[in-house]
């Protein structure tokens, strides 16, 4: 299995995340699933099939992020040294050529991604665009909406 890249924060998630479903979740279930048996004829309780439901969803998202950390490749962006080249974990200033906004976004991995926390995937249109480009390049992103041009005002490694 080949290495998941993730930054210092998005590991910790994924631990929250992991350590809630193991000491928390997984038992609240376990109770809701003996609750429900103790309301009998289990053929036609509703209560114990969307307890069952549940219980296997836990344990496959147990078994997912026991798998996705156990191939992290955890990078912290502030000991990384890449000759301001856009790496993965750099937050990256930017501006839209046309209408001159500017945003800033940080390249993160999937499971990590969240555009309201200007958080882009490795695999979006942006950061595949800024991947490898540094301070002053101009770089086309092929959008949903089509071609954009931005100007890469600022990389950080924050």
């Known amino acids: 299995m080949s290495s998941i890249p993730v930054t210092v924060r ?3 998630m ?3 995340e992991l350590q809630r479903l193991k000491t928390k979740d997984r038992y609240e279930v376990i109770a809701a699933i003996a609750e429900a048996r103790s309301h009998g004829d289990l053929s036609e309780n509703a209560e114990y099939d969307a307890a069952k439901e549940r219980q296997a969803f836990i344990e496959g998202r147990i078994a997912e992020l026991e798998g996705k950390l156990s191939s992290a490749q955890i990078i912290d962006p502030t000991t ?4 301001g080249k856009i ?4 937050t990256v200033s930017v501006e839209d050529l046309e209408t001159g906004d500017r945003v800033t976004y940080q390249i993160v991995g999937n499971d990590e991604a969240d555009l309201k926390e200007f958080k882009i995937s490795i695999t ?3 950061a595949r665009a800024l991947i490898g480009r540094e301070e002053g390049d101009v770089v086309e992103v092929n959008a949903p909406a089509g071609v954009r041009e931005y100007e890469i ?3 950080m490694f924050i």
């Open 10 to 12: 998005g590991a910790q």
């Open 14 to 16: 994924l631990r929250d």
């Open 80 to 83: 990384l040294n890449t000759n």
């Open 87 to 90: 790496v993965f974990a750099a």
């Open 124 to 126: 979006s249109p942006m």
């Open 153 to 155: 005002l600022e990389v």
